[in-house]
């Protein structure tokens, strides 16, 4: 069988190409789609340079990960389909591996692959989810020796890889576009498993991965929009209660990590200014908070589309539980 794998790519300059070749080095074959969001550097022009057999989606602007995720989704009709980063490096034998898997579990909807960082670190085996739906990576940071890396069903897919059926993506619909950035995937995923779509976890599944080529780790606008998009699934997932508390467990999250200490600096060196980050805060409580009635709305239709929400969130967050500290 020939998987699809479709890449988002936004200024990833040789890390794009690096990509396309491990995947065209698989031992079983796949078809490669890049979905390329407005880049203002010479990244496609160093893949079209290499030839290689690929279908290249140039937008005109940049959708975000979600929207061109949703792009992706309407250009792929193999049975299996990947959606993933561009800085990515993939095992010669990752899709050999991530098919038998899923011949092995007919009855789940997604296979997720181990994630890890070129120092040999772990990425990700899956993800776990607090009170207030703050996600993190399951393993991350961990030896492989350390983390619990046997096959096992997870919460779903992390989103520099996602690998599902194409009934699945079809049952549950598109990405939210309007999430633009981060927790898009996480909230597509809270559908799949309301929707009765399973994930399992494939540790012979591996794939490389340097984290936030594109957004910069620890950079303001990376905190903008995970929390904005947490904060928008949290009010069309949670019980009613549950969103209540969200300030509270908001301020004393964002308390543990001053205590923790505020990073000198971004990913990409710049100096980290606490008032950029006060602000990034501020405007994303801001602007979930003026969505309620949008996500509130949203809620509805998921109640009457998947049933009791709450009653089958509450039993995600207890099957996934991040061990906070």
Same mark, same amino acid.
């Given at each position: 069988? @020939? ?14 190409t690096e990509c396309v070749k491990s995947l065209k080095a ?24 290499? &030839?290689?057999?690929c279908k290249i989606i140039e937008c005109a602007e940049n ?14 009709? %193999? ?25 092995? #579990? ?71 576009? %309007? ?6 995937? !996480?909230?597509?995923?809270?559908? #799949? ?15 490389? #991965?340097?984290?936030?080529? !594109? ?17 928008? %699934? ?32 971004? &990913?990409?060196?710049?100096?980290? %200014?606490? @008032? ?33 929400? !709450? ?15």
């Open positions: 069988m @020939v998987v699809d794998v479709g890449i988002i790519n936004y200024n990833g300059g040789s890390e794009l698989q031992s079983n074959p796949v078809r490669v789609f890049v979905f390329d969001n407005a880049s203002t550097d010479d990244s496609i022009q160093i893949l079209r340079n290499q &030839g290689f057999d959708l975000g990960y979600a929207g061109a995720c949703n792009g992706l989704l309407a250009q792929m009709d %193999s049975e299996i389909q990947v959606l993933c980063n561009m800085d990515l490096e993939f095992d010669p034998a990752w899709a050999e591996n991530l098919l038998k898997c899923f011949e092995r #579990h007919p009855e789940c909807g997604s296979v997720a692959s181990l994630v890890m960082e070129k120092s040999g670190y772990v990425n990700a085996v899956g993800v776990l989810l607090g009170a207030d739906l703050f996600a993190k990576n399951e393993g991350s940071g961990l030896d492989a020796s350390d983390a619990d890396i046997r096959e096992k069903e997870v919460f779903g897919c992390y989103g520099a890889v996602m690998s599902f059926r194409k009934a699945a993506a079809q049952a549950v619909g598109q990405m939210d576009a %309007s999430f633009f950035l981060f927790f898009e995937e !996480t909230e597509w995923y809270f559908r #799949h498993n309301l929707a009765g779509f399973k994930t399992v976890f494939c540790p012979e599944a591996r794939v490389y #991965h340097e984290r936030s080529m !594109t957004t910069v780790r620890y950079s303001p606008l990376k905190l903008f929009y995970s929390e904005r998009n947490r904060l928008r %699934s949290a009010i069309r997932l949670l019980p009613f209660v549950e969103i209540l508390k969200l300030p509270v467990r908001g301020f004393v999250r964002y308390l543990n990590m001053a205590k923790g200490g505020v990073p000198g600096q971004s &990913g990409d060196g710049k100096k980290l %200014s606490k @008032v950029a980050i006060c602000k990034a805060l501020a405007a994303s409580w801001l602007q979930a908070m003026l969505a309620f009635p949008k996500e509130w709305a949203v809620r509805k239709q998921y109640e009457r589309k998947y049933g009791n929400v !709450t009653g089958k969130v509450r039993e995600l967050l207890a099957a996934y539980p991040l061990q906070e500290k």
